[in-house]
């Protein structure tokens, strides 16, 4: 019982992240339908931007509560301007081309940040040691990690409680920004139709732009959870997450923001229960078995709605 | 019943809570010239989807040759003798002139991969003789001059014409052109009308000819088939079918005071 | 005679392999050997994406269940017996793993083609992907295929000459299907499949086809390389690995047998060249990715053929 329950807590941890990510996939596909490949790996510059604010505020010294909201803050605003500058620079002059090619300059983006990030550090030009290079780094411990639930012999700790707040806190940001506010309408309207939706005057160019910046400041805001719990960080990090979280957007209807969620949280908790029960090594095939199996099942996935080619 | 080509029977096509088309009934025999008209929306080109394969009907039963084909995939109703064109011409872009007929052709006469790849001596006979074919009708369409180009690169009417070619290849008992002449002026959809006709004196194909503009398959069609909403509304000799008064209002619309036709009753 | 006409490639092509053999050095023979399998990976993976126009991201999963199953094959022939030229027994063993490989690798194409190929571009891209981690996944798990560690200790076989007609192969069967209808009715697909099906393509078929001959030649890919650096581990074979097959087929051209085989040459010379800058090598390759995708997106030849962009048009047709 207690382990099932341990695995449970485990599932819903690490299924937020993935859902948190799923966000970003999810409202980028929707707007511009392209599989936002890159998204993983702004999720890990969201780590390292938390890393090196975290370490210019000297926080492993003395952390506070304040410092804490500046990391977050700070590292959320680098991967809102990183995702803007992605979409700007690299997938915008391709718009009007075919999907496939927007894929595989999203492709590129994603190696180009992750084997950017492990070229050795420019020391000679900037004093911080950037890029970060291939050897993992240590997250500095935002505050003390102590047991807020104690159940059996399963526990609960301050930052698993603090991960789940923050996302759903953002989830529910999201979600009134997406159905409560006219920005979210405009987003609606161009993930519906966008040459309606440009033609009704709503600026398509800057409701896209405004999507990435918001999708990957939720996959920085993941990221810095992720750190806090588990301080590893490589440029390597972004890579799987990012994979799973598409698969979780997939999962849940890709386009569909409640879809996302939930469908982080069911990846999350079948991994960690097929690993716990059954072979761990078998983990990372798990995420893309689920993949394949509701794109053959049910490809609209499961709050996605079936579209209906036109000839 | 080999004498009818195609047989549409009580085809009806629903998407969601949407019909489509309703009760749609057609006969087609050899050689014969049906136009298929209505306004913009009447649920024409649902018709040639339906027939075509590119949908399955909700109800009713399409056939081919005699061969029911519903739920059947459009490259196995091809094979059974149906070929279409698309409204939105949709040529192999990319592909050259040749191409897009050569490919057409591969019906009849296909090798097998192994013997491509050993360039077998029938091989090279069954590409020599699509080749030939291709080029009979792209004689026959005055379109061989060029054949090396790239299809995309040719003139709007061209690329029609080519269509027309590309249909005709794949060697069809039933013809079936979803507007040929959009976009074109006075002067080439006669000459097009013209052309139809004398396909249908060579090649002895039955054409079904999707056109909204009722006068220009006026003058080639031997019957006519009137859709509005969905629903056929009238059909028969074109002297008759123009006089027709539902036609009338159908195209014309309706004034105050009539009713309006409702395709649910209809 | 036409037997003759039909293996002409091979008969002009190993005597050449030979010689090259003979003259070159061993820093340099090992350039060619990669640059080999490199041809054979991008002119087989642009069968799917070029002609077919579908977008596979799992080549390398297909190399790794062509090179676990030659690896096993060799291993298992082992040294030829006291009665046997050891030249025979060894082209012979090799031979027969790389046909092994090739079968494998078509059954697993044969096997992710038939569900994921009703899926379309971005989502075919991904279940590509998920079923290449899915398959290395599945060896790491298996024991007998050495795991995480893989298997070391293979034979030697592979030599210039092996990879050359390797590479000549491919290319000859590429070539000859796009000379055909067969190659038309793939090409019809990426052009537009709705048309295709209407103009009697069987299009479910065609990618089939596609993928399932693309792996096959992918395995054999996978069975040369191994047999060269004589160990076969699951690292080789990660997405990542595809990726770089993916990108040498984009540099070249989707749909240009030449294009892609030219881009997988100069690749891999290109990255030979910069053999102490290895941290640059995949900065280079995404960098280039991103560049061309932005500023030639249909690759360096398109669609076309080298000699289609040089040479006058062929003489158009009397009419």
């Known amino acids: 019982m207690s382990e099932f329950l341990q695995h449970l807590v485990n599932g819903v941890s690490v299924g937020t992240i993935y859902a948190l990510i799923a966000l970003g996939y999810t409202m980028v596909y929707g707007v511009l339908k392209l599989i936002n490949f890159a998204h993983g790996d702004v999720y890990m510059v969201g780590a390292f931007a938390a890393f090196y604010i975290a370490n210019a505020l000297g926080v492993g010294d003395s952390p506070t509560l304040g410092k804490t909201l500046l990391v977050f803050t700070g590292s959320m605003a680098v991967c809102a301007g990183l995702g803007y500058a992605i979409e700007r620079l690299a997938y915008r002059p391709l718009r009007e081309r ?197 794109l053959l099942i049910r490809p609209q996935g499961l709050f996605g709605r079936q579209s209906v080619e036109k000839v | 019943m080999s004498d009818v080509v195609l047989l549409a029977k009580n085809v009806t096509m629903r998407f969601g809570g949407l019909t489509a088309l309703n009760d749609f009934n057609l006969e087609l025999k050899p050689r014969e010239l049906v136009g298929l008209i209505g306004p913009n929306g009447a649920g024409k080109t649902t018709a040639f989807n339906a027939l075509s394969g590119v949908y399955a009907p909700t109800e009713g039963t399409v056939s081919v040759g005699g061969e029911v084909v519903n739920g059947r995939r459009p490259n196995e109703i091809s094979r059974l003798g149906l070929a279409r064109t698309f409204q939105n011409i949709r040529l192999f872009k990319k592909l050259s002139v040749l191409d897009n007929v050569r490919l057409a052709c591969h019906a009849k006469g296909k090798s097998e991969l192994w013997q491509a790849l050993l360039l077998t001596a029938e091989h090279e006979r069954r590409e020599a003789e699509m080749e030939k074919r291709a080029f009979e009708l792209l004689d026959f369409m005055e379109l061989s001059g060029r054949a090396d180009e790239e299809a995309a690169s040719l003139p709007y009417g061209m690329q029609r014409r080519l269509e027309i070619v590309r249909a005709l290849a794949t060697g069809p008992k039933v013809l079936c052109l979803d507007e040929p002449a959009a976009g074109m002026n006075a002067t080439e959809t006669a000459a097009l009308m013209k052309l139809i006709h004398a396909i249908r004196e060579k090649f002895g194909v039955a054409v079904l000819l999707i056109e909204h503009d009722m006068r220009l398959v006026m003058g080639i069609s031997e019957r006519l088939v009137v859709l509005d909403h969905g629903v056929t509304i009238a059909q028969g000799k074109p002297e008759a079918v123009r006089k027709d008064p539902k036609v009338i209002e159908a195209y014309l619309g309706v004034e105050e005071g009539h009713a309006p036709l409702d395709p649910e009753k209809a | 005679m036409r037997l003759v006409r039909a293996l002409l490639p091979f008969a002009v092509g190993l005597p050449a392999l030979w010689a090259i053999q003979a003259a070159a050095p061993p820093q340099l023979a090992i350039i060619l050997v990669t640059a080999g399998v490199n041809v054979i990976l991008a002119v087989s993976l642009n069968m799917v994406n070029g002609f077919t126009g579908q977008f596979s991201l799992g080549h390398a999963g297909f190399m790794a269940v062509g090179a676990y ?197 100069v690749l891999t010379f290109a990255l030979e060249l910069m053999r102490g800058l290895d941290q640059y090598r995949m900065v280079m390759y995404s960098l280039l990715l991103v560049v061309l995708m932005l500023s030639r997106p249909t690759g360096i030849f398109g669609t076309k053929e080298i000699w289609e962009l040089l040479g006058p048009k062929r003489k158009k047709a009397a009419a």
């Open chain 1, 98 to 294: 075919p999907r496939l090619t927007s894929l595989i300059t999203a492709i590129g983006v994603s190696f180009l940040l992750e084997y950017g990030f492990q070229l050795a550090p420019f020391e000679s030009i900037t004093s911080m040691e950037f890029p970060p290079g291939p050897t993992p780094r240590f997250f500095p411990e935002l505050f003390p990690r102590t047991v807020w639930l104690q159940i059996g012999e399963v526990a609960i700790s301050n930052i698993d409680v603090l991960s789940l707040l923050v996302a759903i806190a953002l989830m529910i940001g999201l979600e009134f920004i997406v159905y409560r506010t006219k920005f979210g309408t405009a987003m609606r309207a161009v993930s519906f139709d966008p040459q309606t939706a440009a033609l009704m005057g709503i600026p398509v160019d800057r409701v896209i732009s405004i999507t990435f910046a918001l999708g990957s400041a939720l996959a920085a805001a993941a990221a810095v959870l992720v750190a806090i719990s588990r301080p590893r960080i490589d440029p390597l990090m972004g890579m799987m997450p990012g994979l799973k979280a598409f698969v979780a957007a997939v999962f849940g209807g890709i386009g569909n923001v409640p879809g996302a969620m939930v469908g982080g949280i069911v990846l999350g908790l079948a991994e960690e229960f097929v690993a716990g029960y059954g072979v761990s090594s078998f983990r990372d095939a798990i995420a893309f078995a689920i993949l394949i199996a509701v």
């Open chain 3, 69 to 265: 199953t030659a690896a096993k094959i060799t291993l298992a022939m082992g040294e030829a017996p006291a009665n046997w030229s050891p030249w025979l027994w060894n082209n012979g063993a090799f031979t027969l793993a790389l046909l092994g490989g090739m079968l494998t690798a078509a059954l697993a194409g044969l096997a992710v083609g038939i569900p994921s190929l009703r899926l379309r571009g971005d989502y075919l891209a991904i279940v590509t992907l998920g079923f290449n981690e899915i398959i290395r996944v599945f060896i790491e798990n298996m024991r007998w295929l050495g795991g995480a560690t893989g298997i070391s200790g293979l034979p030697p076989y592979t030599s210039v000459v092996w990879v050359g007609l390797g590479a000549l192969a491919t290319v000859v069967v590429a070539r000859r299907i796009v000379g055909s209808t067969h190659g038309r009715a793939l090409l019809s697909v990426r052009e537009d499949e709705v048309a295709a099906e209407a103009m009697g393509v069987d299009t479910v078929a065609c990618k089939v086809h596609a993928f399932v001959l693309s792996a096959a030649f992918a395995g054999l890919g996978g069975g040369l390389l191994v047999h060269y650096i004589l160990l076969v581990t699951p690292k080789s074979f990660t997405f990542v690995k595809s990726i770089e097959v993916v990108v040498m087929v984009v540099l070249g051209g989707m749909g240009s047998i030449s294009g892609a085989t030219l881009a997988a040459l």
